[in-house]
Protein backbone atom coordinates (compact mmCIF):
# COMPACT_ATOMS: atom_id res chain seq x y z
CA UNK A 1 0.00 0.00 0.00
CA UNK A 2 1.18 3.51 -1.33
CA UNK A 3 0.54 5.97 2.15
CA UNK A 4 1.39 9.32 2.26
CA UNK A 5 0.60 11.45 5.68
CA UNK A 6 0.86 14.91 6.37
CA UNK A 7 1.73 16.49 9.53
CA UNK A 8 2.09 20.38 10.19
CA UNK A 9 5.26 20.60 10.85
CA UNK A 10 8.14 18.16 12.20
CA UNK A 11 11.32 20.47 13.50
CA UNK A 12 10.02 19.56 16.99
CA UNK A 13 9.01 16.48 19.08
CA UNK A 14 6.16 15.81 20.85
CA UNK A 15 3.48 13.08 21.02
CA UNK A 16 1.61 12.95 17.59
CA UNK A 17 5.33 13.29 16.60
CA UNK A 18 6.22 10.75 17.99
CA UNK A 19 3.41 8.63 16.86
CA UNK A 20 4.04 9.53 13.40
CA UNK A 21 7.40 8.34 13.13
CA UNK A 22 6.57 5.40 14.97
CA UNK A 23 3.74 4.40 12.12
CA UNK A 24 5.99 5.59 9.75
CA UNK A 25 9.15 3.54 10.37
CA UNK A 26 6.65 0.42 11.50
CA UNK A 27 4.69 0.81 8.04
CA UNK A 28 7.53 0.88 6.28
CA UNK A 29 9.29 -2.38 7.90
CA UNK A 30 5.65 -3.86 7.34
CA UNK A 31 6.49 -3.40 3.57
CA UNK A 32 4.25 -0.39 2.79
CA UNK A 33 5.36 2.27 0.41
CA UNK A 34 5.47 5.78 3.36
CA UNK A 35 6.42 9.47 2.67
CA UNK A 36 5.44 12.64 4.85
CA UNK A 37 4.36 16.09 3.37
CA UNK A 38 5.43 18.90 5.98
CA UNK A 39 5.73 22.51 6.15
CA UNK A 40 8.59 22.08 8.73
CA UNK A 41 11.27 19.85 9.57
CA UNK A 42 14.83 19.47 11.02
CA UNK A 43 16.52 16.75 11.43
CA UNK A 44 18.29 17.79 14.27
CA UNK A 45 15.29 17.82 16.11
CA UNK A 46 15.28 14.10 16.26
CA UNK A 47 17.58 11.18 16.87
CA UNK A 48 20.24 10.61 14.19
CA UNK A 49 18.65 8.53 11.09
CA UNK A 50 15.10 8.53 12.82
CA UNK A 51 13.78 9.37 9.50
CA UNK A 52 16.33 7.52 7.18
CA UNK A 53 14.99 5.75 4.10
CA UNK A 54 11.81 7.91 4.72
CA UNK A 55 10.32 10.50 1.76
CA UNK A 56 9.89 13.82 3.24
CA UNK A 57 8.40 16.25 0.99
CA UNK A 58 8.30 20.40 2.46
CA UNK A 59 4.73 22.08 1.37
CA UNK A 60 5.42 25.55 2.72
CA UNK A 61 6.99 27.85 0.10
CA UNK A 62 8.01 31.57 0.68
CA UNK A 63 4.87 33.06 -1.34
CA UNK A 64 2.23 31.29 1.61
CA UNK A 65 3.44 34.48 3.86
CA UNK A 66 1.21 36.72 1.18
CA UNK A 67 -1.39 34.46 0.10
CA UNK A 68 -4.49 35.28 2.01
CA UNK A 69 -5.25 33.60 4.54
CA UNK A 70 -8.54 31.47 2.81
CA UNK A 71 -6.47 30.49 0.05
CA UNK A 72 -3.20 29.44 1.54
CA UNK A 73 -4.67 25.89 1.98
CA UNK A 74 -5.82 25.04 -1.21
CA UNK A 75 -2.27 26.11 -2.67
CA UNK A 76 -1.08 23.09 -0.27
CA UNK A 77 -3.90 20.58 -0.81
CA UNK A 78 -2.42 21.22 -4.73
CA UNK A 79 1.02 20.70 -4.06
CA UNK A 80 -0.02 17.86 -1.58
CA UNK A 81 -2.07 16.44 -4.31
CA UNK A 82 0.68 16.37 -7.22
CA UNK A 83 2.47 13.93 -4.67
CA UNK A 84 -0.17 11.66 -3.39
CA UNK A 85 -1.46 10.93 -7.02
CA UNK A 86 -1.72 7.37 -7.21
CA UNK A 87 -1.47 6.68 -3.41
CA UNK A 88 -4.03 4.49 -1.68
CA UNK A 89 -4.55 6.40 1.29
CA UNK A 90 -3.22 10.32 2.27
CA UNK A 91 -4.07 10.58 6.20
CA UNK A 92 -3.75 13.78 8.32
CA UNK A 93 -2.35 13.97 11.77
CA UNK A 94 -2.71 18.12 13.21
CA UNK A 95 -4.45 20.95 11.89
CA UNK A 96 -4.57 22.26 9.51
CA UNK A 97 -2.91 18.74 7.63
CA UNK A 98 -6.73 17.91 7.25
CA UNK A 99 -7.57 20.98 5.22
CA UNK A 100 -4.75 19.82 3.19
CA UNK A 101 -6.04 16.40 2.45
CA UNK A 102 -8.88 16.76 1.88
CA UNK A 103 -8.31 18.54 -1.43
CA UNK A 104 -5.20 16.67 -2.15
CA UNK A 105 -7.52 14.44 -4.19
CA UNK A 106 -11.13 13.56 -5.79
CA UNK A 107 -13.60 12.44 -3.52
CA UNK A 108 -14.65 9.52 -5.48
CA UNK A 109 -10.90 8.95 -6.86
CA UNK A 110 -8.70 6.07 -5.91
CA UNK A 111 -6.37 7.35 -2.99
CA UNK A 112 -9.20 7.51 0.08
CA UNK A 113 -8.35 10.64 2.49
CA UNK A 114 -8.03 10.00 6.23
CA UNK A 115 -7.59 11.76 9.46
CA UNK A 116 -6.05 10.38 12.65
CA UNK A 117 -7.16 12.87 15.01
CA UNK A 118 -5.35 13.53 17.95
CA UNK A 119 -7.53 15.89 19.54
CA UNK A 120 -9.92 18.47 17.48
CA UNK A 121 -8.63 22.20 17.79
CA UNK A 122 -9.62 23.66 20.99
CA UNK A 123 -7.91 27.37 19.60
CA UNK A 124 -11.02 26.47 16.60
CA UNK A 125 -13.86 24.46 18.25
CA UNK A 126 -13.19 25.60 22.33
CA UNK A 127 -16.18 25.16 24.44
CA UNK A 128 -17.16 22.10 22.32
CA UNK A 129 -13.49 19.87 22.88
CA UNK A 130 -13.23 19.55 26.46
CA UNK A 131 -16.45 20.27 27.99
CA UNK A 132 -15.03 19.24 31.82
CA UNK A 133 -12.62 21.63 31.66
CA UNK A 134 -15.35 24.21 30.70
CA UNK A 135 -17.02 23.56 33.33
CA UNK A 136 -14.46 23.90 35.81
CA UNK A 137 -14.04 26.90 34.85
CA UNK A 138 -17.96 28.43 34.48
CA UNK A 139 -18.09 26.96 38.77
CA UNK A 140 -16.31 29.90 39.22
CA UNK A 141 -13.23 30.15 41.23
CA UNK A 142 -14.99 29.26 44.71
CA UNK A 143 -15.43 26.03 43.11
CA UNK A 144 -11.44 24.92 43.51
CA UNK A 145 -10.08 27.66 45.35
CA UNK A 146 -6.81 25.51 44.96
CA UNK A 147 -6.75 26.21 41.29
CA UNK A 148 -5.63 30.16 41.66
CA UNK A 149 -8.22 31.22 39.27
CA UNK A 150 -6.62 28.84 36.61
CA UNK A 151 -9.62 27.30 35.10
CA UNK A 152 -11.58 30.69 35.07
CA UNK A 153 -8.46 32.51 33.68
CA UNK A 154 -8.32 29.47 31.03
CA UNK A 155 -11.84 29.67 29.66
CA UNK A 156 -11.55 33.36 29.36
CA UNK A 157 -8.84 33.07 27.22
CA UNK A 158 -10.20 30.19 25.17
CA UNK A 159 -13.31 32.64 24.23
CA UNK A 160 -11.21 35.25 23.48
CA UNK A 161 -8.53 33.67 20.99
CA UNK A 162 -8.02 35.48 17.85
CA UNK A 163 -12.03 35.33 16.62
CA UNK A 164 -12.01 36.78 12.97
CA UNK A 165 -9.03 34.00 11.90
CA UNK A 166 -10.56 31.52 14.37
CA UNK A 167 -14.09 31.68 12.79
CA UNK A 168 -12.53 31.13 9.15
CA UNK A 169 -10.59 28.46 10.58
CA UNK A 170 -13.28 26.54 11.98
CA UNK A 171 -15.59 26.74 8.93
CA UNK A 172 -12.76 25.70 6.50
CA UNK A 173 -11.69 22.61 9.33
CA UNK A 174 -15.38 21.63 9.74
CA UNK A 175 -16.26 21.47 6.22
CA UNK A 176 -12.93 19.54 5.55
CA UNK A 177 -13.33 17.05 8.26
CA UNK A 178 -17.12 16.38 6.86
CA UNK A 179 -15.69 15.75 3.06
CA UNK A 180 -12.66 12.62 3.97
CA UNK A 181 -13.46 9.16 3.79
CA UNK A 182 -12.79 8.44 7.24
CA UNK A 183 -11.84 9.21 10.30
CA UNK A 184 -9.93 7.70 13.34
CA UNK A 185 -9.08 8.61 16.73
CA UNK A 186 -6.45 8.09 19.51
CA UNK A 187 -8.99 7.20 22.10
CA UNK A 188 -12.48 6.89 22.29
CA UNK A 189 -12.66 9.68 24.77
CA UNK A 190 -10.73 11.54 21.46
CA UNK A 191 -13.97 10.02 19.15
CA UNK A 192 -16.55 11.09 21.40
CA UNK A 193 -15.08 14.41 21.03
CA UNK A 194 -15.27 14.08 17.25
CA UNK A 195 -18.51 13.15 17.17
CA UNK A 196 -19.47 16.69 19.06
CA UNK A 197 -17.50 19.16 17.23
CA UNK A 198 -18.15 17.47 13.37
CA UNK A 199 -21.22 15.20 13.90
CA UNK A 200 -19.37 12.50 12.52
CA UNK A 201 -18.39 8.81 13.74
CA UNK A 202 -14.43 8.25 14.62
CA UNK A 203 -12.67 4.76 14.82
CA UNK A 204 -10.41 4.35 18.18
CA UNK A 205 -7.20 3.62 17.14
CA UNK A 206 -5.18 4.07 20.50
CA UNK A 207 -1.14 4.37 19.96
CA UNK A 208 1.75 2.71 20.55
CA UNK A 209 4.94 3.44 22.43
CA UNK A 210 8.58 1.95 21.46
CA UNK A 211 9.91 -0.72 23.67
CA UNK A 212 10.95 1.35 27.00
CA UNK A 213 15.01 2.22 26.76
CA UNK A 214 17.22 0.42 29.30
CA UNK A 215 17.30 2.11 32.67
CA UNK A 216 20.28 3.14 34.51
CA UNK A 217 19.95 0.24 36.91
CA UNK A 218 22.99 1.47 39.07
CA UNK A 219 20.65 4.49 39.56
CA UNK A 220 17.52 2.67 39.82
CA UNK A 221 18.57 0.15 42.52
CA UNK A 222 20.40 2.96 44.90
CA UNK A 223 17.91 5.67 44.30
CA UNK A 224 15.57 5.92 47.80
CA UNK A 225 11.88 5.80 47.27
CA UNK A 226 10.04 8.56 45.26
CA UNK A 227 7.21 9.07 42.96
CA UNK A 228 7.24 10.33 39.53
CA UNK A 229 5.29 12.74 38.27
CA UNK A 230 5.25 13.88 35.03
CA UNK A 231 3.55 17.49 33.95
CA UNK A 232 4.20 20.59 31.97
CA UNK A 233 2.56 23.96 32.99
CA UNK A 234 -0.91 24.17 30.75
CA UNK A 235 -3.84 24.31 32.77
CA UNK A 236 -4.98 20.93 31.58
CA UNK A 237 -2.18 19.15 33.40
CA UNK A 238 -3.68 20.02 36.31
CA UNK A 239 -0.43 20.88 38.39
CA UNK A 240 -2.06 23.13 40.77
CA UNK A 241 -4.93 20.13 41.61
CA UNK A 242 -1.76 17.74 42.45
CA UNK A 243 0.36 20.30 44.46
CA UNK A 244 -2.95 20.72 46.79
CA UNK A 245 -3.16 16.61 46.76
CA UNK A 246 0.78 16.83 47.72
CA UNK A 247 0.08 19.05 50.34
CA UNK A 248 -2.45 17.19 51.88
CA UNK A 249 -0.77 13.89 51.44
CA UNK A 250 2.27 15.22 53.29
CA UNK A 251 -0.02 15.29 56.64
CA UNK A 252 -0.36 11.61 56.65
CA UNK A 253 2.96 10.42 54.67
CA UNK A 254 5.19 13.05 55.71
CA UNK A 255 8.14 10.88 54.00
CA UNK A 256 6.39 10.96 50.70
CA UNK A 257 8.90 12.89 48.14
CA UNK A 258 7.64 13.31 44.09
CA UNK A 259 10.11 13.52 41.35
CA UNK A 260 9.01 16.02 39.17
CA UNK A 261 9.68 16.45 35.86
CA UNK A 262 7.88 19.94 33.64
CA UNK A 263 7.86 22.14 36.34
CA UNK A 264 8.46 26.00 35.00
CA UNK A 265 9.48 28.96 37.49
CA UNK A 266 5.77 29.87 38.26
CA UNK A 267 4.85 26.35 39.44
CA UNK A 268 8.18 26.02 41.11
CA UNK A 269 7.65 29.56 43.21
CA UNK A 270 3.90 28.03 43.64
CA UNK A 271 5.43 25.27 45.41
CA UNK A 272 7.13 26.97 47.58
CA UNK A 273 4.44 29.50 48.55
CA UNK A 274 2.30 26.00 49.45
CA UNK A 275 5.51 24.70 51.89
CA UNK A 276 6.04 21.48 49.56
CA UNK A 277 9.08 21.69 48.05
CA UNK A 278 10.63 19.98 50.93
CA UNK A 279 8.85 17.47 48.96
CA UNK A 280 9.37 17.99 45.38
CA UNK A 281 12.46 17.41 43.64
CA UNK A 282 12.13 19.26 40.54
CA UNK A 283 14.03 17.63 37.56
CA UNK A 284 15.43 20.15 34.40
CA UNK A 285 14.64 18.11 30.77
CA UNK A 286 16.06 14.78 30.28
CA UNK A 287 16.57 12.70 27.83
CA UNK A 288 15.04 9.89 26.87
CA UNK A 289 17.11 7.14 28.57
CA UNK A 290 16.91 9.34 31.97
CA UNK A 291 13.27 9.54 31.66
CA UNK A 292 12.91 5.69 31.22
CA UNK A 293 15.27 5.55 34.45
CA UNK A 294 12.82 8.29 36.42
CA UNK A 295 10.00 5.99 35.58
CA UNK A 296 11.78 2.91 36.16
CA UNK A 297 13.08 3.87 39.40
CA UNK A 298 9.44 5.26 41.04
CA UNK A 299 7.43 3.47 43.24
CA UNK A 300 4.23 4.34 40.99
CA UNK A 301 3.36 7.16 39.11
CA UNK A 302 1.48 10.43 38.82
CA UNK A 303 -0.70 11.28 35.71
CA UNK A 304 -3.63 13.26 36.41
CA UNK A 305 -4.50 15.81 34.05
CA UNK A 306 -8.39 16.52 33.34
CA UNK A 307 -9.47 15.27 29.92
CA UNK A 308 -6.26 14.25 28.25
CA UNK A 309 -7.45 12.80 25.04
CA UNK A 310 -5.03 9.98 25.11
CA UNK A 311 -1.82 10.09 27.52
CA UNK A 312 1.28 8.85 26.42
CA UNK A 313 2.90 9.44 29.98
CA UNK A 314 1.03 5.90 31.68
CA UNK A 315 1.56 3.74 28.91
CA UNK A 316 5.57 4.35 29.13
CA UNK A 317 4.88 3.68 33.01
CA UNK A 318 3.37 0.61 32.08
CA UNK A 319 5.89 -0.14 29.90
CA UNK A 320 8.66 -0.27 32.64
CA UNK A 321 6.66 -2.16 35.08
CA UNK A 322 5.61 0.46 37.05
CA UNK A 323 1.91 1.40 39.08
CA UNK A 324 -0.14 4.27 38.06
CA UNK A 325 -2.04 6.98 39.63
CA UNK A 326 -4.20 8.29 36.81
CA UNK A 327 -7.23 10.16 35.49
CA UNK A 328 -10.66 8.79 35.80
CA UNK A 329 -11.48 10.71 32.72
CA UNK A 330 -9.75 10.65 29.22
CA UNK A 331 -7.39 8.72 27.65
CA UNK A 332 -5.83 7.91 30.86
CA UNK A 333 -8.77 5.97 31.80
CA UNK A 334 -8.97 4.01 28.55
CA UNK A 335 -5.29 2.75 29.03
CA UNK A 336 -5.29 2.56 33.19
CA UNK A 337 -7.70 -0.19 34.18
CA UNK A 338 -8.40 0.91 38.03
CA UNK A 339 -7.61 -1.53 40.87
CA UNK A 340 -5.09 -3.81 38.03
CA UNK A 341 -2.70 -1.58 36.39
CA UNK A 342 -3.34 1.08 38.66
CA UNK A 343 -6.02 3.54 40.51
CA UNK A 344 -8.31 5.73 38.92
CA UNK A 345 -8.60 9.20 40.90
CA UNK A 346 -11.38 12.20 39.94
CA UNK A 347 -8.71 14.67 38.71
CA UNK A 348 -10.36 17.68 40.21
CA UNK A 349 -10.59 15.91 43.54
CA UNK A 350 -7.10 16.76 45.44
CA UNK A 351 -8.35 14.69 48.55
CA UNK A 352 -9.00 11.56 46.41
CA UNK A 353 -5.59 12.40 44.88
CA UNK A 354 -4.18 12.56 48.15
CA UNK A 355 -5.73 9.82 49.95
CA UNK A 356 -5.01 7.09 47.34
CA UNK A 357 -1.40 8.62 46.77
CA UNK A 358 -0.80 7.72 50.53
CA UNK A 359 -2.20 4.15 50.10
CA UNK A 360 -0.13 3.72 47.42
CA UNK A 361 2.94 4.84 48.92
CA UNK A 362 2.46 2.88 51.61
CA UNK A 363 2.06 -0.70 50.05
CA UNK A 364 5.05 -1.06 47.83
CA UNK A 365 4.06 -4.98 47.47
CA UNK A 366 0.71 -3.63 46.23
CA UNK A 367 2.22 -0.86 43.59
CA UNK A 368 4.81 -3.74 42.58
CA UNK A 369 1.69 -6.28 41.72
CA UNK A 370 0.06 -3.39 39.81
CA UNK A 371 3.19 -2.63 37.96
CA UNK A 372 3.57 -6.09 36.78
CA UNK A 373 -0.14 -6.39 35.60
CA UNK A 374 0.62 -2.84 33.89
CA UNK A 375 3.93 -4.39 31.85
CA UNK A 376 1.98 -7.50 31.27
CA UNK A 377 -1.11 -5.08 29.57
CA UNK A 378 1.35 -2.53 27.90
CA UNK A 379 2.90 -5.66 25.91
CA UNK A 380 -0.90 -7.28 25.15
CA UNK A 381 -2.02 -3.06 24.09
CA UNK A 382 0.16 -1.16 23.62
CA UNK A 383 3.52 -2.05 21.84
CA UNK A 384 4.34 -0.46 18.07
CA UNK A 385 2.99 -4.34 16.74
CA UNK A 386 -0.21 -3.69 18.27
CA UNK A 387 -0.29 -0.17 16.90
CA UNK A 388 0.53 -1.42 13.49
CA UNK A 389 -1.94 -3.98 13.32
CA UNK A 390 -4.59 -1.99 14.32
CA UNK A 391 -3.81 0.90 11.51
CA UNK A 392 -3.10 -1.79 9.05
CA UNK A 393 -6.59 -3.39 9.46
CA UNK A 394 -8.66 -0.38 9.76
CA UNK A 395 -6.71 1.11 6.49
CA UNK A 396 -7.73 -1.77 5.00
CA UNK A 397 -11.04 -1.64 5.57
CA UNK A 398 -11.20 2.16 4.49
CA UNK A 399 -9.67 1.58 1.22
CA UNK A 400 -11.93 -1.59 0.25
Same mark, same amino acid.
Given at each position: MMIWMAHPRLDRRGGAENLLLVLSRGLRERGHEVAIATLRFSASAWPEGAWSGIRIEKLGRAVDRVVPRRFRSRFRARRLGAFVRGADVAIAHNFPAALWVSRCARPAGPTRRV???? =??? =??????????????????????????? /????? /?????DTLRPRETALDRRLDRAAVQSLDAVLANSAFTAAAVERVYGRTARSCPPGVAPPWQPDDDAVSSASPYVAWVTNPRVAKNAHGFFEALRLARAEAPDLVVRALGLDDALRTKARTLGIEDALVALEAVDDPDYASLLA??????????????????????????????????????????? =??????????????? /?????????? =???????RAGRERYEREFTPERLLDRFEAALAEIAG
Open positions: WYCH =EPS =ERLHGRAVFPRLVAAGEAGADAYPWSD /RAFVR /RLEHLGARFVANVPIEEPFGLVPVDAMAQGRAVLASSCGGPSESVVDG =ETGVLVDPLDPNAIA /REMVALWKDP =ERCAALG
